[in-house]
Structure formats: structure tokens, C-alpha cells
């Protein structure tokens, strides 16, 4: 088989095969994911050894072709120029990948996928990317050994390798960019030097893992990250644009109409048949006592549960069962009751993952920079900016978003809903843990928002704010909506009153 080719098909031999691993792998999490891969590696050794008329068992495979130019095989030194050829396209491809809209999208699933799901990101399509690029690249380094030593079997890979891989990621700095890169030319040249004693390679090893893993954390980078943070900050600074003037579309009617749904769970019911309607252009309000079935309504709207029965539709689109990235790209938004920030993130970088589901540059358009992937990420930075504008945080767009006050970290999470272009927006319990100056801003940033062609559904125990902004209220108890409508009218609800508002002692006698 030519060379060049043999060369192509392992890469896409291998990104079948990470198809292959993420599908069954993808199903757990945490240990297990180790486990189900590693498991992988040794069911390929077991197989590639016995599988004698294939893969030559352990004598391996003879006679393979070199890579050649002008006809002629190449030489030691070509090797090593085409080996740090193909390293440096694939770094700059994939910095292209990581810097843009997949690269964000990945990043946040390591921190929280239900957040992520919010804001657009197909989860387990995102991570099967991640299993294929993996394959891929490794599925290249491997023909390349085999084609340079004209030969393989299954000794060329053995889990002391993994182990190495492993030590490179983490002792030049897992999650940086150059982390990497950094770790491999500084311990592949320490392997060559050491290459006579492999009893001290291997001690030097561990010694190195732990290392990495209790004194540097951050790896060789990370004691540069100081440096780095202040490149990033110079690159990041805001641009000052204006405050967006509008975000949702214009229009009355309804907009969400839910009938009839339930929820139990064995004994428990946070939803009881419970029927509303939410119209466009107004700031609505959910309240009730502490398991009325809140925060389990908001669940349900936005995918993340799904009710026994009834009906959600939004946009005249029935919405039961769908997940939670399609629902948000319908145009329905959300925050959350305890913050799901993606905190180790910049705030922008928390903003501009809002827009991940209104982006249009595909996989390969990132991959490559082609000039319509940057102009989609400009045109992203500059609507993060605008957005930050209006929640009056744009002079922390380089700040780790995690760094904030939590005042301010709910900001930054209310933008990032925004920045999902919703037309209904849900927020879960806004105000916890303001203070009374924060909650009263929180109260004009709604109004505000409202005026940006936003409609509203909060869930709040703030009944000042509550009253002060909402044009509905709807009410819920043990799961039940017992009242419903203008703030005045709710107020004066005796159902209410007894339930959640309670009443004053002197007034009753």
C-alpha cells in the first residue's frame, strides 16, 4: 500500500475506532470512564497477540513501507523535520479548535454539563469530538512509528507508555494550552538521556507524577501563568461597545402554555396537575413555600427533568421530552438556584459559551480558522461585551469568574443566559444571598431586561421584589397552584395568605 495513504487511513481508521470507545464509554463517569478505556487497551493487546493471521501475533507485521519523498524513502533527518512538522500543524490546529467555540464547549463540560446543556452544548456529541480528536492523533503517532521502524507489534505499546502520556500532560500543565507541548520536549529529551537505566526512567517517573500532582498542579506553565494572565488580559480588553437594545423579538400572545403536568417521585409530588400561561412581554413570578415544586417546574421547562404527564408548549412546540440544549435553542434561557458557573473560565469566556447554540462555524471551519469562523467568534466577543454592558460587568470580562463576589457571579450568570438570545427567561431564586442594595439592582436589571424584548418567569422568595417588578404571580403549595394572577390580587388571596404570606398576629385578632 503507498505509504502516504496507509498514513490517511490510519487517522480515519482510528477516529472510527474513538467512535467505537465513546459510544459505550460515554454511559459512565468518573473511575469507571478510566476503567472502560483502559479495559479497551487491553482487550486491542490480548487481540493484535493471538490474532496470528492478521497481525502476526508476536512476531508483529514485517515489511512495512516508509513514508518516501521524490521516490526515495526518507532519511533520519527528514524523520525528525517531517515528525516536528506534523507536530506543530497538529498543535495549531487544534489551538485554532480550542481557542474558538468547541474549544469553550469542551472546557465547560469538565465543570458542569448540566450548565453546559443550558447554554446550547450538545453534551455527549461534544464528548465523543473529544474521544475522536484523541483517536485520531494517536491513530497517526502510531503509523508513524510503524512506518519508521517498518515494523510493529504489540510491544511498542505497553501501559508503561500511558503512563508517560500521562506524565507529559501533567508535569507541563494540564489544561494550558502549552502545557503539553512544554512537557513533552523537556521529559522526551530526559527519556533519551536516560534511555541506558530504565530502573531509573521509571523511578523518575513516579517521582515526576507525584510531583506534578502534590508540589506543581499546575505544571511547568502554571509557574509562568502570571505572565500568560497578563498577555490574556492585554488581548481581552474590552472594547467599550453599547449596551444591546434589543434581545428578544416583539410581539403579545402566549408565549409558554403548560397543561396538566405532574411530577412524583414514590411519595413525594412537586407537581400536581398544575396548568399556566405565560405571555410575551411580561415578568411573571413562581412563589411558594419552601417544596412547593418550584425549582422542579423550572426543571422540567427547560428539559433537564422530564414530567409524568401533561403538556409544555413554547412557541406553539410541544417541548416534553426534548433535551435541554434543544430547548434552549428554541429561545428559552435559564439560571440556577445554587450558581453553575464555569468558575476556573474568564467571565467572558462564561458570556460568549451563552452564544455557543447561535454560532454557526462548524468543526472544520474552527479547526482550520477559516475567515467565516472569525468573524462568528468577533462577532461573539462583541455581544459578550454588550451583554456585560447592560449587567454592568464589563470591566471583569478578564477576571476568572469564580474570583467574583457572589453578587457579581450572579451577574455574570444572568448574562450568560442572555447571551443564549432567549425569548423567555428563567431565573431560580435571582436574588439568594443579595444583599438589600444588590436586590433592589437586581429588581431595575430586570425591568431593564424586560424593555430588551425578554419575557420573564422567576422563581423568587423575595417578596419585595417579587411585587415590585412582576405583572403576574403564579402561586404554588405542596405541588398545587392554588392562586394565580395580578401582584395586588395574589396578595390579597386568603389561600396565599395561609400558605406562604402568612398575617400578622394583631391584625388576625
Given at each position: 500500500m503507498n505509504p502516504w495513504l496507509a498514513l490517511v487511513l490510519a487517522a480515519a481508521i482510528s477516529g472510527v475506532c474513538g467512535v467505537l470507545i465513546a459510544l459505550p464509554s460515554l454511559r459512565v463517569k468518573g473511575p469507571y470512564l478510566a476503567m472502560v478505556t483502559l479495559a479497551f487497551g487491553i482487550v486491542v493487546e490480548k487481540l493484535v497477540g493471538e490474532w496470528t493471521d492478521v497481525f502476526g501475533g508476536a512476531q508483529g507485521i514485517y515489511g512495512i513501507k516508509s513514508l518516501t519523498w521524490n521516490g526515495?524513502?526518507?532519511?533520519?533527518?527528514?524523520?525528525?523535520?517531517?515528525?516536528?512538522?506534523?507536530?506543530a500543524v497538529t498543535h495549531l490546529l487544534l489551538r485554532?479548535?480550542?481557542?474558538?467555540?468547541?474549544?469553550?464547549?469542551?472546557l465547560s463540560l469538565q465543570a458542569d454539563e448540566i450548565a453546559s446543556s443550558s447554554v446550547g452544548v450538545r453534551v455527549y456529541r461534544a464528548k465523543v469530538i473529544a474521544f475522536v480528536i484523541a483517536a485520531v492523533t494517536c491513530g497517526v503517532a502510531g503509523?508513524?512509528?510503524?512506518?519508521?521502524?517498518?515494523?510493529?507489534?504489540?510491544?511498542?505499546?505497553?501501559?508503561?507508555?500511558?503512563?508517560?502520556?500521562?506524565?507529559?500532560?501533567?508535569f507541563g500543565g494540564a489544561g494550558s494550552m502549552y502545557g503539553p507541548l512544554v512537557g513533552t520536549a523537556i521529559l522526551?529529551?530526559?527519556?533519551?538521556?536516560?534511555?541506558?537505566?530504565?530502573?531509573?526512567?521509571?523511578?523518575?517517573?513516579?517521582?515526576?507524577?507525584?510531583?506534578?500532582?502534590?508540589?506543581?498542579?499546575g505544571g511547568v506553565v502554571g509557574l509562568f501563568s502570571k505572565w500568560f494572565k497578563r498577555t490574556k488580559e492585554t488581548a481581552l480588553a474590552p472594547s467599550g461597545a453599547k449596551p444591546p437594545t434589543r434581545i428578544g423579538p416583539t410581539g403579545s400572545g402566549e408565549l409558554l402554555v403548560v397543561q396538566g403536568v405532574s411530577k412524583s417521585y414514590g411519595g413525594v409530588k412537586p407537581a400536581q396537575d398544575v396548568s399556566f400561561c405565560l405571555q410575551r412581554g411580561h415578568i411573571h413570578a413562581l412563589i411558594g413555600p419552601n417544596g412547593a415544586g418550584k425549582s422542579?417546574?423550572?426543571?422540567?421547562?427547560?428539559?433537564?427533568?422530564?414530567?409524568?404527564?401533561?403538556?409544555?408548549?413554547?412557541?406553539?412546540?410541544e417541548i416534553v421530552g426534548r433535551p435541554a440544549h434543544t430547548i434552549c435553542c428554541l429561545g428559552m434561557g435559564r439560571t440556577f438556584q445554587n450558581l453553575r458557573l464555569f468558575a476556573d473560565l474568564s467571565v467572558l469566556d462564561n458570556v460568549m459559551l451563552g452564544r455557543h447554540s447561535r454560532m454557526q462555524n462548524g468543526f472544520f471551519a474552527s479547526l482550520a480558522a477559516l475567515p467565516s469562523a472569525r468573524k462568528q467568534e468577533l462577532a461573539t466577543r462583541e455581544r459578550a461585551i454588550q451583554l456585560l454592558d447592560l449587567v454592568g460587568l464589563a470591566h471583569f470580562a478578564d477576571k476568572p469568574a469564580g474570583s467574583l463576589p457572589y453578587g457579581l457571579q450572579r451577574r455574570v450568570e444572568?448574562?450568560?443566559?442572555?447571551?443564549?438570545?432567549?425569548?423567555?427567561?428563567?431565573?431560580?431564586?435571582?436574588?439568594?444571598?443579595l444583599n438589600p442594595q444588590e436586590t433592589a439592582e437586581l429588581g431595575q436589571l430586570l425591568v431593564r431586561i424586560g424593555k430588551c424584548g425578554v419575557s420573564i418567569l422567576m422563581v423568587e422568595h423575595h417578596m419585595d421584589l417579587v411585587m415590585s417588578?412582576?405583572?403576574?404571580v403564579i402561586v404554588l403549595d405542596y405541588g398545587i397552584k392554588i392562586a394565580e394572577g395580578k401582584p395586588a390580587e395574589v396578595q390579597a388571596n386568603s389561600r396565599v395568605v395561609d400558605a406562604y404570606l402568612g398575617v400578622d398576629e394583631a391584625v388576625a385578632a
Open positions: 526515495q524513502p526518507l532519511s533520519s533527518v527528514q524523520w525528525v523535520w517531517f515528525g516536528i512538522a506534523l507536530c485554532n479548535l480550542l481557542r474558538g467555540r468547541f474549544g469553550r464547549a469542551l503509523a508513524l512509528v510503524a512506518q519508521q521502524n517498518q515494523y510493529i507489534n504489540s510491544d511498542f505499546i505497553t501501559f508503561h507508555l500511558s503512563i508517560f502520556i500521562l506524565l507529559l500532560v501533567l522526551t529529551l530526559v527519556d533519551a538521556l536516560l534511555a541506558r537505566w530504565p530502573s531509573a526512567q521509571h523511578f523518575l517517573y513516579g517521582f515526576l507524577l507525584l510531583f506534578a500532582l502534590y508540589v506543581m498542579p422542579t417546574m423550572i426543571n422540567m421547562l427547560t428539559g433537564v427533568v422530564d414530567p409524568d404527564k401533561g403538556s409544555i408548549r413554547f412557541l406553539n412546540e444572568l448574562a450568560r443566559a442572555l447571551a443564549t438570545e432567549p425569548q423567555l427567561l428563567l431565573l431560580d431564586e435571582p436574588a439568594a444571598g417588578v412582576s405583572d403576574h
